[in-house]
């Protein structure tokens, strides 16, 4: 089957460049593309190379045509032998191994998704340098207000967002008052005219960014035709932003899945011009379908794709879970706002010298796991997660929901808060609803350790919540008791419990506690052959040991 697949895709690239000759410039309309599909009848042309005729000139790459024929080529694959910017334990480093990833073949190919973007979508997606113009909304009044921060602390993060995009900068801003952010017209008729004065009077800008969750497709059209630019909502940043920082396979394929509605709206649009031109609905050669309808099977089935390869890596997932279980290494999954220092903790508490914390909004995306030790000598493997922000969009929230759902398997979480950032309480608020909305399970949230880090940059800190661990994760301030802490409550969460064993020195029974257990202290006694023995040890552990030595 692969042999016949592989035929047909050289037979219609072979044939479409032998209808390069044909070209006559750039064909904007139908009537042009029609002219061009009777040269492709005229020739004899394959059905599927007629098909791709038209529907080039009719708006669709010839590529994604081809690939509804043929799909061989691997998502990513010029990734493979990239080096992780992290020596961390991946989850994902294995990802080739699960099922044999075959069904993965069958998914784009990355630089295919840019060219589909380019020819499609090129408001919705932040390609390219951008000279950017911000205008926040606010609300001074009713439900939509919100009372935990300002506009102005709001705007600053929107220009955060917009700086940690590499050849993005801010331009200008402004606060604009409006009783319905969320609605098709967001600003009075006042305020609009006002706003379409300033933004076109200010040189040099290239787009907009509308710092709201999202805009609707009118909503956002509207804006393009009244400023001439093109125009983001925090959706499409903070889209774009994932793309840029995703690593693994799996933080690839959620966002690729979170682009498609986009492709559906920009699509749509686009065959809407082409019904004004009176094409938009014609059939494609006898095929049954219109341009609207293969390119919405297109979009189905590269969906469909994408979440079989998701369904798979979230099966190794579990999988992975189950190991660490078996071998009772406990987790604690780190979480806070985005930017508040997580990977900076996780790399004082661990040593590992391979992690790269940066000082920017999601650097990071994918899910990675790092070994450390507790005063107890016992081994736990921190979870480094995705930073949450305000206003993200859910959809982005679900599509993280399977990465994340190691957070709601871990025995304990650490809240990391940026104590000394002005919004710090409207932060944890929003982290504490995501926790929420992912159903985080009580007894997780119960016992949840919130450490205020970056204390080092307060000159008299005061405590505002009780049983909140002061920290400074970049001076290593206060990690003794974190780690104390930690301890605590994993065992608490375990039911491991600390045991002094009597040993016999030659049996192995010392050689099995090291192995299966979190051996403390060793203290000889007076006969050379036995010793007592400290240990962490789990009640199944336990079971197995006295089964093992039945003099134990």
């Known amino acids: 089957m692969s042999v016949l697949v592989n035929s047909l895709k050289r037979r219609v690239h072979a044939w479409s460049w032998k209808l390069c000759h044909l070209q006559c410039g750039q064909l904007t309309n139908v009537q042009q593309a029609s002219i061009q599909t009777s040269h492709a009848e005229k020739l004899k ?170 805009l609707s497709p009118s909503a956002e059209r509207e804006l393009q035709e009244a400023w001439g630019v093109k125009v983001f909502d925090r959706y499409t940043v903070v889209l774009h932003i994932f793309r840029r920082n995703a690593r693994t396979k799996e933080a690839k394929l959620q966002i690729s899945l979170d682009e498609i509605p986009l492709l559906r709206s920009s699509l749509k649009n686009e065959v809407a011009n082409l019904d004004q031109q009176g094409g938009g609905s014609r059939y494609i050669m006898g095929s049954g379908e219109t341009a609207m309808e293969v390119q919405q099977r297109l979009l189905r089935e590269r969906e469909l794709k994408i979440r079989a390869t998701l369904e798979r890596l979230r099966r190794k997932r579990h999988l992975l879970r189950s190991q660490r279980k078996n071998k009772e290494f406990p987790t604690v999954s780190v979480m806070g706002y985005t930017n508040c220092g997580k990977t900076t903790l996780i790399k004082a508490l661990t040593g590992d010298a391979g992690l790269q914390p940066k000082d920017q909004l999601f650097a990071t995306l994918d899910v990675t796991v790092h070994a450390g030790q507790l005063p107890s000598r016992m081994t736990v493997l921190y979870v480094d997660t995705i930073g949450f922000l305000s206003q993200l969009p859910h959809r982005l929230i679900d599509s993280f929901s399977a990465t994340l759902e190691d957070v709601a398997h871990s025995e304990l979480i650490i809240h990391v808060r940026d104590i000394n950032h002005p919004e710090t309480v409207y932060q944890k608020a929003n982290v504490l609803n995501v926790l929420k909305n992912l159903q985080i399970p009580d007894r997780l949230m119960s016992s949840i350790i919130e450490v205020h880090n ?61 192995k299966e257990a979190t051996v403390q202290e060793v203290e000889a006694g007076g006969d050379d052959c036995m010793a007592t023995v400290k240990v962490i040890i789990s009640g199944a552990a336990y079971g197995r040991y006295r089964k093992l030595f039945h003099n134990a």
Request: charged share 30%; net charge negative.
């Open 45 to 214: 042309l394959p059905r599927a190379v007629q098909m791709a005729t038209y529907m080039r000139h009719a708006g669709l790459k010839l590529c994604v045509i081809s690939r509804s024929f043929s799909s061989t080529r691997c998502l990513f694959k010029g990734n493979r032998n990239r080096t992780d910017h992290t020596k961390a334990t991946k989850e994902d480093d294995d990802d080739d191994d699960v099922e044999s990833d075959e069904g993965d073949e069958d998914v784009i190919e990355d630089s295919e998704v840019d060219e589909l973007f380019e020819q499609f979508a090129p408001t919705a997606v932040g390609h390219g340098d951008h000279r950017v113009f911000i205008v926040h909304p606010d609300v001074k009044w009713g439900n939509k207000k919100q009372y935990l921060t300002t506009a102005e602390l709001q705007m600053a993060e929107a220009v955060g967002l917009v700086q940690t995009l590499q050849n993005w900068t801010v331009v200008d801003k402004i606060i604009m008052s409006t009783k319905t952010p969320e609605k098709r017209k967001i600003f009075g008729k006042g305020n609009f005219q006002t706003l379409t004065e300033k933004i076109r009077k200010t040189t040099g800008i290239t787009a907009v960014f509308v710092n709201v969750e999202r």
């Open 454 to 514: 970056k204390v080092d940059l307060i000159s008299e800190y005061q405590p505002t919540e009780p049983d909140c661990l002061p920290i400074s994760a970049l001076k290593e301030i206060g990690l003794e008791d974190l780690s104390h802490k930690v301890e605590e409550g994993i065992l608490k969460s375990t039911g491991k419990q600390i045991m002094c064993l009597k040993v016999d020195l030659s049996s192995p029974q010392l050689g099995w506690l090291y």
